[in-house]
């Protein structure tokens, strides 16, 4: 297998972080607290995406549908899906809180990516096992809510490479990719050997996608909604109707949290001043930046900087 750097951009909206720079897969924890009011970004990637919760809940969107996971439920995204996730109380975009580490709502569940390449050495193999269930249409997503017995074992799948992951045990790559191929079993299993495969021609998120794109490679400027709507080939209502549908917020909304998660990323991770952070992530002055961060996150820009760095 040819060696991954340790930082992947797949330019799917997302940057992955992987755990060791010869396997491409990444284990982390995830909270609430996280991301503003518990909401993450909606974004798309090439590994699949695996979700056990461990205290709390919360819903997991993936394209059109919606899924609420509970304690010990889990989840798995395909390959190039569209999701995000929020709180269950969440019904539309505008209840908005701020979760804290000790917050009891602030749920915690485990994400395992997994890119697909681990389980590509043979040509023959990957044509039979690997693509069928990833462009197959009847597996966006598969819900792990123990209904059937094999969605425990599944479940302990994920954990099992999760843990060997986390710890560093010994050789953990090494038992990562074994117990991958023994989770891509299980799903193909229970999914194309079961029903076949309804192969995906064209993606019907695409028109969605080059809109978000638009929005992401351009958040620094000034964009209308007029210029989000042209970027997906359609009419303002379209636009407006498909981002409610599936991102659950408007193009607007959705351009202004992620400016605002920019801004979060440079208060952590820059000394620019708040004035400077604003310009960068494209609002006109430190005003309304400020206004706008403390209507999405509850604090404002200064507050959050001092918590994270006490001593600035």
Known sequence: MAEYDMII???????????????????????FSDFPGGITPCHWHRELECIVMLHGSINYYVNNDTFTLREGDGIIVN?????????????????????????????????????????RFNHKMEERYINPFLYDNNSDVL????????????????????????????????????????????????????????????????PLKTMISYIQDNYQNKITLNDVAEAGMMCQSKCCRLFRETVKQSPIEYLQNYRIQKGIDLLEHSALNITEIALECGFHGASYFTETFRKINGITPKEY?????PSA
């Open 9 to 31: 951009n797949d330019n799917l909206l997302e940057t992955i972080h992987y755990n060791s720079p010869t396997t491409p897969i990444k284990a982390s924890y995830a909270y």
């Open 79 to 119: 390959s190039n899906r569209m999701h995000l996730c929020g709180p269950v109380e969440s019904e539309n975009q505008h209840h908005i809180r701020t979760y804290q580490m000790n917050d009891p709502d602030n749920s915690k569940y485990i994400v395992l990516l997994l890119h697909p390449d681990t389980l």
């Open 143 to 206: 819900f792990l809510n123990h209904s059937e017995d094999w969605h425990t074992e599944v479940i302990q799948t994920i954990c099992d490479i999760f843990y060997a992951v986390t710890d560093q045990i010994t050789c953990f790559e090494l038992i990562a990719q074994s117990k991958f191929f023994y989770l891509w079993n299980l799903l193909y299993r229970n999914t194309i050997a079961e029903n076949g495969c309804d192969r995906i021609d064209t993606d019907p998120m695409n």
């Open 305 to 309: 900087r001092r918590q994270i760095q």
